[in-house]
Nanobody, 113 residues
Framework: QVQLVESGGGLVQAGGSLRLSCQAS????????MGWYRQAPGKQRELVAS??????NYADSVKGRFTISRDNAKNVVYLQMNSLNVDDTAVYYC????????WGQGTQVTVSS
């Protein structure tokens, strides 16, 4: 059974930083594309960043501020978020893909002005 469990969300002031973590189990982690998505109220879920075989991809809105990384030995993927602004407020979801998509339950990130 595949499980993705996010942690690290919370409330932060604009300009601050947070690091999200996603612990994966039940999946061949090192062969998976892993990513972070987010969904703000009234908006569609959007890709924030992904990582596959060391290659990373970022949404234009977070380039230069967010960094995705993974530790295959620990089955963990991280999202370091710096210079946060109010537009980053959303529920952040961990995603793993290997043949099909797997999702975590989400973690709330709220950025106050």
């Amino acid at each position: 059974q595949v499980q993705l469990v996010e942690s690290g969300g919370g409330l932060v002031q604009a300009g601050g930083s947070l690091r999200l973590s996603c612990q994966a189990s039940g999946i061949i982690f090192s062969f998976s594309r892993m990513g972070w998505y987010r969904q703000a109220p009234g908006k569609q879920r959007e890709l924030v960043a992904s990582i596959t075989n060391g290659r990373t991809n970022y949404a234009d809105s977070v380039k230069g501020r967010f960094t995705i990384s993974r530790d295959n030995a620990k089955n963990v993927v991280y999202l370091q978020m710096n210079s946060l602004n109010v537009d980053d407020t959303a529920v952040y979801y961990c995603n793993g893909f290997l043949v099909t998509d797997y999702w975590g339950q989400g973690t709330q990130v709220t950025v106050s002005s």
